[in-house]
Antibody, heavy 123, light 107 residues
Framework: QVQLQESGPGLVKPSQTLSLTCTVS??????????WSWIRQPAGKGLEWIGR???????NYNPSLKSRVTISLDTSKNQFSLNLSSVTAADTAVYYC???????????????WGQGTLVTVSS | DIQMTQSPSSLSASVGDRITITCRAS??????LGWYQHKPGKAPKGLIY???NLQSGVPSRFSGSGSGTEFTLTISSLQPEDFATYFC?????????FGQGTKVEIK
C-alpha cells in the first residue's frame, strides 16, 4: 500500500514562497500511471484542488492559482513538490498530497492521501 | 468550475442507523464522482469511485448511487468507526471540486 507524507515549513512569511514536499513510500513515483496531486483546506472552509503532476512530468493547475503554482517530480528521491509563490494569509491552510489513478474504464479516484500539514502565512 | 453542493452539513445518528448524504453538481458530470471519509488528523480515505464502485477494502455497508447531477452515499448500518466527515469530489473536469462535507456525529 502506497503511503504519502507531507513535509515542509509550518510558517511562511507573506510575499514569500511556500514549499512543500510529499514523500512516497511503498511504491515508485515513476511507475504506473498516476497523477500526483496537491489539495488544501483552509480552517473552517472546504477543500480546494491545487493541481497535479503526471508520471511524465506533465501538469494541470487550478486556474485560480495557476500564476503562482509549480508542482514537480523528483524521481531520484521518490518525492513530488509544491511551490506557491507570493503567499498571503489567504493561503493559510492544511495542505494534503494525494495520488489519483484510474481504472480500465477511465474512472478516476484518489486512492492514497497524506495526513496533511498545516501551513500558516504570517509575519 | 463545477460547483458541488453537499447536504446535510452535519447529522446525528446512532450505531445501526441507515444514513444518506447527497451531492448535487452544478452541471452534469456523468458518473464521475467519488466519496471520501475523513477523520481529524488522519489521511482521507477513498470509499466510492465512479458514483457506485467500492474502492478496495471498503466494507459493503457503504454504497453510492446517482449520475448526472445528483448523487448519494448511503451507509446501511452505521458502525462506531464510521463517525467522521464525508465529502464528495467530482473527477469530471478541471479543476477538481469538492462538496463542503458532512460531519456524522454520534446521537
Amino acid at each position: 500500500q502506497v503511503q504519502l507524507q507531507e513535509s515542509g515549513p509550518g510558517l511562511v512569511k507573506p510575499s514569500q514562497t511556500l514549499s512543500l514536499t510529499c514523500t512516497v513510500s511503498g511504491g515508485s513515483i515513476s511507475s504506473g500511471s498516476y497523477y500526483w496531486s496537491w489539495i488544501r483546506q483552509p480552517a473552517g472552509k472546504g477543500l480546494e484542488w491545487i493541481g497535479r503532476v503526471y508520471t511524465n512530468g506533465g501538469t494541470n493547475y487550478n486556474p485560480s492559482l495557476k500564476s503562482r503554482v509549480t508542482i514537480s517530480l523528483d524521481t531520484s528521491k521518490n518525492q513530488f513538490s509544491l511551490n506557491l509563490s507570493s503567499v498571503t494569509a489567504a493561503d493559510t491552510a492544511v495542505y494534503y498530497c494525494a495520488r489519483e489513478g484510474w481504472d480500465l474504464l477511465g474512472a478516476y479516484y484518489f486512492d492514497s492521501w497524506g495526513q496533511g500539514t498545516l501551513v500558516t502565512v504570517s509575519s | 468550475d463545477i460547483q458541488m453542493t453537499q447536504s446535510p452539513s452535519s447529522l446525528s445518528a446512532s450505531v445501526g442507523d441507515r444514513i444518506t448524504i447527497t451531492c448535487r453538481a452544478s452541471q452534469g458530470i456523468k458518473n464521475d464522482l467519488g466519496w471520501y471519509q475523513h477523520k481529524p488528523g488522519k489521511a482521507p480515505k477513498g470509499l466510492i469511485y465512479a458514483a457506485s464502485n467500492l474502492q478496495s477494502g471498503v466494507p459493503s455497508r457503504f454504497s453510492g448511487s446517482g449520475s448526472g447531477t445528483e448523487f448519494t452515499l448511503t451507509i446501511s448500518s452505521l458502525q462506531p468507526e464510521d463517525f467522521a466527515t464525508y465529502f464528495c469530489l467530482q473527477h469530471n473536469s478541471y479543476p477538481r471540486t469538492f462538496g463542503q462535507g458532512t460531519k456524522v456525529e454520534i446521537k
